[in-house]
């Protein structure tokens, strides 16, 4: 008989959400990333990503997308997110700090520049709620659009700066010509906010990067087609450390008052 009670808990994380995520994919902060050169042009105006992530490090710039030479969104190093629209400063930072290494968070950029509202064409969700932000400017109802979604090179996870992610992704998603509220991607259970299915359509240039395949963690399955090219990866990105399997990783922010070295990640 042991002498330790094994403990009994009601439910698994898994029982817990309607929608399962299976896989995410870690990005280690110095060369790992995905590349995609679009043939042509989408929807300029108006598109909307969703993604997952769980910062590994806070206090350290972390790119999460970019396109093009001047648009992007990252953590910035004194833990604000910023998202840069396209060139001449049109931006957004959030008015609050994210410094969690140790939860996942589900964040939502929608751009809809022919908005008549100046402060509605571009908008960012943190965990289903409008995030508070500041902007150096909007974009005009005028503008002939973002760099993101054009015949650029995007990546996820770096820019060409170069500045990498050290975090992990899941359920990277681009719907191209359409505006979505974050009720497309997710929904609260007992208060939480918590993933579900994607139903509608991605348009032309849309993706969804599941990670679902450790041989081939670039694959689009949105049917359209849109896969990308990882670089510095392999199958061991591959995690199951996901929004609905949240694992237990070091504090690095407790570590730097107690003497414990980061390792960022797994």
Known sequence: MSLFPVPIFPFSQQSFYPYSIAN?????????????????SGTR???????????????????????????????QS???????????GVQLVTTRLFRDVGSWMHLLF?????????????RLYVNGVREAVSFTSTPSASQSGDWFNSANT?????????????????????VDGTDLSPSSFGEFKNGI????SYSGSYGTRGFF??????????????????DFTATSMS????????????????????????????????
């Open 193 to 196: 906010w918590v993933p579900k």
């Open 110 to 122: 929608v751009a809809d520049t022919p908005d008549g509202t100046s402060t509605e064409r571009m």
């Open 24 to 40: 995410a994919c870690w990005f280690d902060g110095t060369a790992d990333y995905m590349s995609k050169t679009f043939g042509g």
């Open 209 to 226: 990067l599941d990670f679902g395949n450790s041989a081939d963690l670039d694959a689009d399955v949105s049917g359209n087609g849109n």
């Open 78 to 88: 004194n833990n604000t997110i910023q998202w840069s629209f396209t060139s001449g």
């Open 45 to 75: 105006t108006t598109w909307t990503i969703s993604v997952w992530v769980k910062r590994c490090v806070a206090d350290q710039n972390h790119m999460i997308w970019s396109a093009g030479s001047n648009g992007f969104a990252w953590f």
């Open 235 to 266: 199958a061991a990105n591959q995690v199951v450390d996901t929004p609905t399997n949240n694992e237990a990783v070091i504090d690095t922010l407790q570590s730097k008052s107690t003497g414990w070295t980061s390792i960022g990640a797994i």
């Open 154 to 174: 995007h990546y996820i996870g770096r820019y060409t700066t170069p500045y990498y992610a050290q975090m992990f992704m899941a359920n990277f998603q681009c």
